[in-house]
Every structure is written in C-alpha cells, then in structure tokens.
C-alpha cells in the first residue's frame, strides 16, 4: 500500500509561533526565561532557511528513500503496532545520530548551528542547520527504518513527529516534570543540560523522545541546582549572521584539512571529535571533561558542586 | 510554487512580527561587565585552567583584555547582547588588525570569522597604546 501521509511539521508551525508569543509573554512577566532580539532573529531566519533547504534539497532524499524501499528486509505495512515500534526505532537511531552529531566533527559542523545560542528558549528550538545535505546521514542512518521494511512516508511522518515532541522542551519556562515523565520522556530539564556547557554537563543528554536511551548507555545528567546551565557552545559565537552562523564549522574544517600535514591529520580534522588537533592543543569534550575532574578532585570537599538534583 | 512563495512570504512576516514583539517587550538586559574580577571569572568558567593575570576593563564596560602567567595567552572578554563571548589569544592565532588611537580606543580584529573586532577604551591614549604593545608583544615574539 502506498499512502501519502501530511508533513506534521508544516502543521505544527502555527502552533509554534503562538507557543512562542506565549513564552516571550511569560518571559516578561516573570523574567524565568530570557529572549533577546538579534537572537530571537537569528534563530528564526535559521529554522526558515532549514525549511527552504528542506524544499531545495528534499528531493533527494526523497528520490533515495524511494530507491532502496525495494531493498526492505520484512513488508511493513500500515498496521497500528507498526506505527509504534517505528517512531520508538526511529527515537532509537535518532539517539545515535545525534550522539555522533556531538562526537564527529563533519556531522558537528552541521549541528553546532543548533546549539550557538547563548539563549535557551523556543526559538533556540527553531535554530536548525541549512546544509544538513553535506553529512549524508539521510543515505545509511536515515535508511535503516526503511531497509528493515518500514514505508517511507511512515518514517518520515514518524520523524517529523520527534522533532515536533523535542519543540516545547526548548524553554527555562518549565523546571521539572512529575517524577515518572522525568524518569521516561525527554524534559526541558534534561535538554537544559544537553544545551549547557558546563564541564559536566558536555555530551550528555541526546535523547530526542525517550531519555531512556541516555540512562541505557551511560549518557545521562541530571540537571543539578549548584551548577546552573550556562547555555551555547565551548566556543561561543561573536556573530549572528546566520549565514555565518551556518557555515562557521564547515569553513573551519575545510581550513584545517587543507592545511594539515598528513592524510592522518587531514581525516582527524574531518571525522575527530570536534576540537581535536593533532598537537592537542585544542580541546575536546573529553578533555574538557577530564580536566574539569581533576580540578574537583583537588578542590577541598566544601567546595566541591553538590549532586543534588534541581527541584 | 507560488504556494511555496505564499508560506516563504507569510513566514518572513511572521519573524519580523515576533522579533518585533520580542523587542517591544523587551526582558533582556545588555551585558557589561562590572569588574575586572568578572571579566576573569567569565574567562576562568569559559576556558578551564585559565590563570588570570594582570588585566584592563574597557571603560565602557564592553570588553576586558586579560593576561595569563601560566602561557603566552591573552583572554578577551567582549560583550554580545546580553551574554559574553571569550577568546584565548595564543601566539599562535592571527590577528586581522590590532591598532590603538590618540582617542584611546583599542580595535582588536581577530581572524575569526565568528568574531567581530572589538573595540576597548582607555582613559588615556597612552593606555590604549600600552595594552596594544602587550598584547601585539605577545603575538610578535611568535610571528605573527
């Protein structure tokens, strides 16, 4: 059977503008959230042009998604149970996906768009890459659902759906959740933290439904009171050109391939984890991380942050 | 494709309204920073392991420049809508241009195309030219 299913996204967009309103309301009157103009527009004009891009270079995705539907493994149809195990596998890859978008540079250079605000709000939500075709991850990530035999259309509607879900977490608006949500869904209190740039905080938290992926594999951090998400990127951007906003990473990669010394080099720049240099004298996350470790463990035990959970 | 148009159209519209809501309602607060002793902080949680040194705040409150005795760093600290950017200026980076004025400002453009220039004033003109020497000192041992 094959069906034409609506793009959900294109109907959530209204719902998204009021939901903003509201926040900017909310953010005036009580100051828990904070949005700033050139920002707000920054991030705007972002998620239109990832719309725009979407048209531009949705066909060929499109014309490859219907090129390997005749290599699926099982014939899947429209079945109610289908529908459930594909958005719950669909979560699951979409897990990874991001994982690597934070631990390979050539996918971080398309992602990074996402997380340059130094505001975390719904518009940071709409902040979303223009030139997501140059990863290629739509060409084996992207194809697993439909190598295994799910239609088309269904993954695609499935995927518009978490990223619908992962909207209303973009905000400081909301502090917790009751505790089962907390335990199962993904929260604005768990996406703070995937946000922040606090030591402890980096490369934590990629779930986009379902945080129980993160606490499968060992990737999950609670948002803790005494160390309060300060929100962007290790290097935070003194821009917001969205165009540059858009290509920084990928420029940076192209420089640093081309002036490598090696071919080791060359590929270290290019699939590394973002912030690797052949000399270390950049950092990565993992180094951040570990420094960070051994400067709390130096620190007199007062002075340690406590584990406390935020309330 | 002319309802593709419509939706781009309708779309611009709708970010120009709710840029202009955002600045009617305001709810944001310019950064500056207050003292010295921000400006390291700021460096301090941006980059670990940054040991300040001697330092100069801009009297604008806009940007800092701070040394580092443990490498040949320099850390800048600017300003941007209500949040703060840093760099640590190594010898190794590059500098678009680094030029002190008898108006006592200090134009620091790095070559980094995420950074705009950032411009320091001094109370003095022979100020701005002290921290220029320094910071152009730093860079120049390594060539620059």
New interface residues.
């Given amino acids: 059977m094959d069906i034409e299913l609506i793009d959900p996204i294109m109907l959530a ?1 209204p719902v998204f ?1 009021v939901l ?2 509201a926040e ?2 909310y ?2 009157a009580t ?1 828990r959230a ?8 920054t991030s ?2 972002m998620g ?1 042009g990832n ?2 891009s979407g ?1 531009l270079f949705g066909a060929v995705t499109l014309l490859w998604f219907t090129y390997i539907d005749q290599f699926g493994v099982f014939e899947i149809g429209y079945t109610w149970w289908a529908w459930i195990i594909c958005f719950v596998a669909d979560d699951f890859f979409y897990y990874w996906s991001h994982r690597w978008a934070h631990t390979v540079r050539w996918f971080w250079a398309d992602h990074v768009t996402h997380h340059s605000s ?2 975390y709000n719904l ?1 940071t939500a709409l902040r979303q890459p223009w030139f997501s075709i140059f990863t290629l991850k739509f060409m084996w990530l992207g194809s697993i659902l439909i190598l295994i035999g799910f239609p088309p259309a269904m993954v695609a509607f499935v995927g518009g759906l978490n990223l619908i879900y992962q909207f209303w977490i973009h905000t400081e608006a909301i502090q917790k959740m009751p505790r089962w949500f907390e335990a199962v869904m993904n929260t604005p209190s768990h996406h703070r933290v995937h946000h922040a ?1 606090n ?1 402890r905080y980096l490369d934590r938290n990629y779930a986009g439904v379902f945080i129980i992926w993160d606490k499968m594999f060992g990737s999950f951090q609670e948002e803790l009171d005494a160390d309060k998400c ?1 929100y ?1 990127i ?7 050109n969205p165009f ?2 858009s290509i ?1 990473e990928w ?1 940076g990669i192209a420089r640093d391939v081309a002036g490598a010394k090696s071919a080791k080099d060359a590929l270290g720049y290019w699939l590394g984890p973002p912030g690797w240099s052949p000399d270390g ?1 950049r ?1 990565t996350s993992t180094r ?1 991380k570990a ?2 470790a051994e ?1 709390q463990a130096e620190l007199p035990q007062d002075d340690v942050k406590t584990t406390a959970p935020a309330e | 494709m002319l309802v593709t148009l419509l939706i781009l159209a309708g779309s611009a519209i709708a970010i120009t309204l709710l840029v202009v809501l955002n600045t009617k309602l305001g709810g944001w607060t310019p950064a500056r920073i207050e003292s010295l002793e921000m400006a390291m902080a700021t460096l301090q949680d941006d980059h670990l392991g940054f040991v300040p040194g001697d330092g100069v705040l801009s009297t604008d409150g806009l940007a800092a420049l701070v040394m580092t005795n443990t490498d040949d760093a320099v850390g800048l600290v600017a300003a941007r809508g209500a949040g703060f950017v840093t760099r640590l200026i190594r010898p190794s980076d590059k500098f678009r241009s680094l030029e002190a004025t008898d108006a006592g400002t200090l134009t620091l453009a790095l070559k980094d195309d995420t950074m705009k220039p950032v411009v320091l004033t001094f109370d003095t003109a022979q100020e701005a030219s002290d921290w220029a020497a320094r910071v152009n000192k730093r860079g120049a041992e390594h060539g620059y």
């Fill in positions: 967009i503008v903003v309103i900017l309301i953010a005036r100051g904070q949005f700033e103009p050139k920002d707000s527009a705007l004009i239109l719309t725009v048209v130094q505001h518009t740039t030591p300060r962007g290790v290097k935070n951007l003194g821009t917001y540059i906003v920084h420029w004298s950092m951040i420094l960070w400067q």
